[in-house]
């Protein structure tokens, strides 16, 4: 008679029943099936709606008729952050085209470098920058002759011209910004204050060589007067 002991009885004397083997496999086929329907549920709030919505790269050909790229162009009189409307010539939105909010080339110096400013120093500033970037191609006095058309580039137009003695000031500085002809972009380069005080300086070239003399201090007139030939002095 096969022999019992206190540790492998239950309570009412009955040892305790195993699970069989198909009720152990259901068991685990439902537990894989929860988990699996778990997964799912965590992995679909994962997925980003607005990630997938159809939607144009900022670079990307625009399909609206009229619009060539995707990316969006600021509107007019857009000032930058941290600027006043006083800068709007200075930078003009994305790209400085040194042009005021009718849309014009403006023909004078912003207020933010003239105010308070010393003209002279603005103008020192400005020969300083015209050596280091412009000297290359336009010269000293920005004839157009400088060393590297010399070497086989094409010469630049001579600032000495009667059309760019005529030009508003922020013509050059649209050119040393944006670029013209064979003429690179400088914006890159140069600040665009630094931009701006060589625009005043190229003025100051064309002002060395062309200066009326009624605009001159009255003793430089005198002595214009005593070094011109006898037959060149006015009458009287």
Not at 67 to 76: D, E, H, I, L, Y
Not at 194 to 221: F, G, H, K, M
Request: charged residues 20%.
């Amino acid at each position: 008679m096969m022999r019992t002991t206190q540790s492998n009885l239950v309570r009412g004397g009955h040892a305790p029943p195993f699970p069989r083997p198909n009720e152990v496999s259901a068991t685990g086929q439902r537990m894989r099936l929860v988990l699996a329907a778990l997964l799912l549920a965590a992995f679909s709030g994962c997925y980003q709606e607005m990630a997938e919505q159809p939607r144009i790269d900022p670079l990307a050909v625009s399909p609206l008729p009229t619009r060539v790229a995707g990316a969006r162009q600021p509107v007019p009189g857009t000032i930058a952050r941290g600027h006043t409307i006083d800068q709007q010539a200075m930078y003009d939105g994305v790209q400085a085209t040194g042009r005021g909010e009718d849309g014009e080339l403006v023909n004078d110096l912003p207020k933010s470098l003239t105010e308070g400013q010393d003209m002279q120093a603005l103008l020192k500033r400005g020969r300083q920058r015209y050596e280091v970037f412009c000297i290359q191609c336009h010269d000293l006095i920005g004839s157009g002759n400088g060393r590297v058309p010399q070497r086989g580039y094409p010469f630049p137009p001579t600032f000495h011209s009667e059309r760019l003695r005529s030009v508003p000031l922020g013509y050059f500085y649209d050119v040393i910004s944006n670029g013209r002809g064979r003429m690179p972009a400088h914006r890159d380069l140069v600040e665009a204050t630094d931009r701006w005080r060589i625009a005043a300086y190229i003025r100051a070239l064309q002002l060395s060589q062309y200066a009326p003399v009624e605009s001159l201090p009255t003793n430089v007139q005198e002595e214009l007067r005593q070094q011109a030939p006898q037959s060149q002095r006015p009458a009287g």
